[in-house]
């Protein structure tokens, strides 16, 4: 049996702060302004100190690597919620939003004015009208068809995020809290690519943490508001999802002097680029990428475009991976096309011809002088120009991106990793045309002996087999080998690794083996499992029938998150302890465990995996 731990005195001081809050804000509101007594307003504004009574609330969202290479829909509301039960609308209007893109990447959406409280919930609707959600079937991004379990088309659905009371955001003046959502699409649906359409069954499942720990990398769109040379910040108001028009809230960004920059096509360090900026008018274009640092609750520029050199502001952009390369003709795949109306135009291939004198930058290397032979197959880029009648007009600029290359260990040496290729950004490395890549046809990329420059990596062993994710760059077109250039690696022994059980039917009331406060271990006899029994290690499938016993799922000792997902609630809790406690309630109850989906840290044969995150979904609950 579970015990329950005596929260007692933690929750009278809970109550006593909530009681001391709400006397100071009032009651509830709703919409764009919200009252935070009788005579305070609270309302979203360029401004980032409020009005007194009222404090300040950040909203960003994430997602982890899954099955999907498009997942486009409609966010129709996001609403906080409070403990008197009112809920505050943080969003202007509908947004359309693809949740692939936050694959390793997080994006501010609002930093909303609110009234002081300690906020309990979030309530999120998705609407699925005009959904365009797809798959890799067969090297092919194929639309699927996103049903309930009982075959009923999704059309809207509305989540309740009850938060982790441990770590509820309390909104403030001085420094706003963070809080990240997290679509978690992997543990949300079930991929059948056997039908035709490919079948996509959803447990819709979201999480929600409060200032997670570092680091947390970020991006911020927005145009400028105003420079502070003295601070080494500057201000913008918050317009994401490639929007043209909309402000969710003033942010104040800062620099430093590792702060690169590209304003109007020019190349800036430092605190130059501050004051280059400062030159500009209010209302330009701007787009971050950098860090939160949680302990200092504020953001830090790594990279900064302003004006021209913001995708989708003056210039078309498009994104994709390049499938192949003939002369100056490349083919790319997965790709989106940034629009300057705002749209974002996705299609499987497209081609790219690049003029002779395109400019080729890398970002954080802008110093460097390269030739469009810099492109070569696998590099993920972004493309500046004119698009027109669905074709290019020109490519003024190509900008080389970190490209995730998912891969096993052939053998290694002082310089160069072999590895056997399985992936570039999710889609099979199969795909690509390496033709052209090496010095000569001799020399051209194999994917089966993949070599990998590591004299940038701190010295380590590699172990035969083992599944790494390697972030890099391509080798130039023409230049190979090596084929790659390694800035950073993830070997999935802390994090990264995604575990995925389902169970056949509406669940099981048997498939947890133990379950307690140092945690779980699944139930995977044949009688009761259903088709997804595997851990993820990038592009390596692990099936847990091959493992000697049933695995252990042990909790990090801090920064946790777990998730009861019962119909359209879910339960978020960052104590272990408390989570076992109460899904060991909804089983005894009746209640039915469908999924088990969690990410964490695994070592090869292993029979235990340390998670920081963990979802279950019952299967059985309205």
Request: charged share 25%.
């Amino acid at each position: 049996m579970l015990r329950e731990k005596d929260f007692s005195a933690r929750c009278r001081v809970c109550a006593l702060l909530a009681i001391l809050l709400l006397s100071a804000c009032g009651g509830g509101g709703g919409g764009g302004s919200h009252s935070g007594g009788d005579k305070v307003v609270c309302e979203t504004s360029d401004a980032i100190v409020p009005p007194d009574g009222c404090g300040r609330l950040l909203v960003g969202f994430t997602d982890l690597v899954g099955d999907f290479v498009r997942y486009q829909v409609a966010i129709t509301s996001l609403r906080v919620l409070r403990a008197n039960g009112t809920g505050i609308e943080l969003l202007e209007k509908d947004n359309t939003v693809d949740l692939v893109q936050y694959k390793g990447l997080a994006e501010l959406v609002t930093a909303a004015t609110l009234p002081v409280d300690v906020y309990v919930g979030v309530e999120i609707t998705l609407d699925y009208t005009d959904a365009d959600i797809r798959v890799d079937v067969d090297g092919a991004a194929e639309k699927v068809e996103v049903r309930y379990p009982d075959g009923r088309r999704v059309r809207e659905l509305k989540l309740t995020l009850d938060l982790d009371p441990d770590n509820r955001p309390l909104a403030r003046p001085v420094p706003p809290p963070l809080l990240l959502l997290d679509f978690s699409l992997t543990a949300s649906h079930i991929v059948d690519t056997r039908e035709t359409p490919p079948l996509v069954e959803i447990y819709p499942v979201i999480t929600a943490e409060a200032n997670p720990p570092p680091p947390q990398k970020f991006r911020l769109r927005g145009p400028l508001l105003d420079v502070d040379q003295r601070q080494l910040s500057y201000r913008i108001a918050l317009r994401p999802f490639y929007l043209s028009r909309g402000r969710q809230g003033g942010v104040e960004i800062f620099v430093d002097g590792n702060t690169e920059w590209e304003i109007d096509g020019e190349v800036f360090f430092s605190t130059n680029g501050l004051a280059a900026l400062e030159e500009q008018p209010a209302d330009t274009a701007t787009l971050a990428f950098g860090h939160f640092d949680t302990d200092r609750h504020r953001f830090t520029a790594s990279v900064v475009y302003v004006g021209s050199s913001v995708p989708g502001e003056i210039q078309e952009a498009l994104q994709g991976h390049v499938l192949a390369r003939e002369g100056n003709l490349l083919t790319l795949i997965d790709t989106r096309l940034i629009r300057t109306d705002g749209s974002v135009l996705y299609e499987d291939e497209r081609q790219l011809l690049l003029p002779v004198d395109t400019r080729v930058i890398r970002p954080g290397f802008f110093t460097a002088q390269r030739t469009s032979a810099a492109v070569s197959v696998g590099q993920r880029i972004t493309a500046l120009g004119l698009w027109k009648d669905a074709q290019w007009l020109n490519a003024a600029e190509v900008r080389l991106l970190p490209t995730a290359l998912d891969a096993t260990v052939n053998r290694a040496s002082e310089k160069t990793l072999d590895v056997t290729t399985l992936a570039f950004g999710n889609r099979d490395s199969l795909l690509f045309d390496y033709a052209g890549t090496g010095r000569d046809e001799a020399e051209d990329a194999d994917p089966f002996n993949y070599l990998v420059d590591i004299q940038s990596l701190e010295p380590r062993k590699w172990a035969k087999y083992a599944p790494l994710r390697i972030f890099g760059y391509v080798t130039a077109y023409g230049s190979a080998p090596p084929d790659f250039d390694a800035v950073a690696v993830e070997d999935f022994t802390e994090r990264g690794a995604q575990l995925m059980v389902t169970w056949a039917g509406d669940g099981s009331t048997q498939a947890l083996l133990s379950l307690d406060a140092n945690g779980l271990r699944p139930n995977l006899a044949a009688g009761i499992l259903g088709s997804d029994f595997y851990i993820r290690r990038g592009a390596v499938f692990t099936n847990l029938l091959d493992l000697n016993r049933a695995i252990l799922l042990q909790p990090v000792l801090e920064h946790g998150i777990y998730a009861i997902v019962a119909g359209d609630l879910i339960r978020l809790y960052s104590d272990f302890g408390a989570f076992a406690v109460d899904l060991d309630r909804y089983i005894v109850g009746g209640a039915a465990v469908k999924i088990l989906h969690a990410e964490g840290g695994y070592r090869s044969g292993a029979v235990v995996m340390s998670v920081n995150q963990l979802e279950v979904v019952l299967g059985n609950i309205d």
